[in-house]
T-cell receptor, first 114, second 113 residues
Framework: NAGVTQTPKFRVLKTGQSMTLLCAQD?????MYWYRQDPGMGLRLIHY???????AKGEVPDGYNVSRLKKQNFLLGLESAAPSQTSVYFC?????????????FGPGTRLLVL | QKEVEQDPGPLSVPEGAIVSLNCTYS??????FMWYRQYSRKGPELLMY????GNKEDGRFTAQVDKSSKYISLFIRDSQPSDSATYLC?????????????FGKGTKLSVKP
C-alpha cells in the first residue's frame, strides 16, 4: 500500500512549455485534490475531483487543467507554464476516518519555471 | 478576512517546553478540525482530528476546539527536536464537496536541544 504517490519529484520548465503532473493513489478513495503551496500563502486548492470522470475548480484554477480518467489517477496539466506557477504541488486523496472526512497527501512535486 | 487565520511564527522553544499552536476561524459551519504536521520538503501528514467541540489527547499531543470562540489549539507537551516542523490547522463543514478542507497558512516550530 503506497498511499499517494506523485511524479515527477522535481522539474524545471521554461516559460511557455507544457507538462503533466501525475498523482496516483491505491486506497480506492473517491475524492482527489491538487494544491499548490507557496511561502506565506499556505495550501491553495487548484482543482479537485469527486470521482472518476469528474473535475471541479478550486480556489486558484487558472492556467491549469485536470483529468480523472481512472479512479486511482488524477493528472494536473500546465499548458503554457509561467514563472508565477513556480511552486510546490501536492496531491491528496480523501477518506472518512472515525466519521471525519480527512485527506492524505503525497510527497509533492517541486516545479521551477524559468 | 480569510476563513482561517494562523500565526505563521516562526516559533522557537527549548526542548521539553510546552508548545501551544492556535487557529481562529470565521465560518460557524465548520464541524471537523484537523492538525497536520509538515516536515521540511515533505507532504503534510495528519496528526490529530476532532469533531465539534472538546478535547482529544494522543500521547504528547492534545487538540482543543472551542466552537463558541471559533478557536482551536494544539498543545505539545515535553517538546522534542523531532517535533520541529510546520503545523497546519485545517477544517471543513461536512461531507460531500463541503468536506473540502480549508487550511491555515501554518506555524513553523523549531525545538532546540
Amino acid at each position: 500500500n503506497a498511499g499517494v504517490t506523485q511524479t515527477p519529484k522535481f522539474r524545471v520548465l521554461k516559460t511557455g512549455q507544457s507538462m503533466t503532473l501525475l498523482c496516483a493513489q491505491d486506497m480506492n478513495h473517491e475524492y482527489m485534490y491538487w494544491y499548490r503551496q507557496d511561502p506565506g500563502m499556505g495550501l491553495r486548492l487548484i482543482h479537485y475531483s469527486v470521482g472518476e470522470g469528474t473535475t471541479a475548480k478550486g480556489e486558484v484554477p487558472d492556467g491549469y487543467n485536470v483529468s480523472r480518467l481512472k479512479k486511482q489517477n488524477f493528472l494536473l496539466g500546465l499548458e503554457s507554464a509561467a514563472p508565477s506557477q513556480t511552486s510546490v504541488y501536492f496531491c491528496a486523496s480523501r477518506t472518512r476516518l472515525a466519521g471525519i472526512e480527512t485527506q492524505y497527501f503525497g510527497p509533492g512535486t517541486r516545479l521551477l519555471v524559468l | 478576512q480569510k476563513e482561517v487565520e494562523q500565526d505563521p511564527g516562526p516559533l522557537s522553544v527549548p526542548e521539553g517546553a510546552i508548545v501551544s499552536l492556535n487557529c481562529t476561524y470565521s465560518n460557524s459551519a465548520f464541524q471537523y478540525f484537523m492538525w497536520y504536521r509538515q516536515y521540511s520538503r515533505k507532504g503534510p501528514e495528519l496528526l490529530m482530528y476532532t469533531y465539534s467541540s472538546g478535547n482529544k489527547e494522543d500521547g504528547r499531543f492534545t487538540a482543543q476546539v472551542d466552537k463558541s470562540s471559533k478557536y482551536i489549539s494544539l498543545f505539545i507537551r515535553d517538546s522534542q527536536p523531532s517535533d520541529s516542523a510546520t503545523y497546519l490547522c485545517a477544517m471543513s463543514e461536512s461531507g460531500g464537496s463541503q468536506g473540502n478542507l480549508i487550511f491555515g497558512k501554518g506555524t513553523k516550530l523549531s525545538v532546540k536541544p
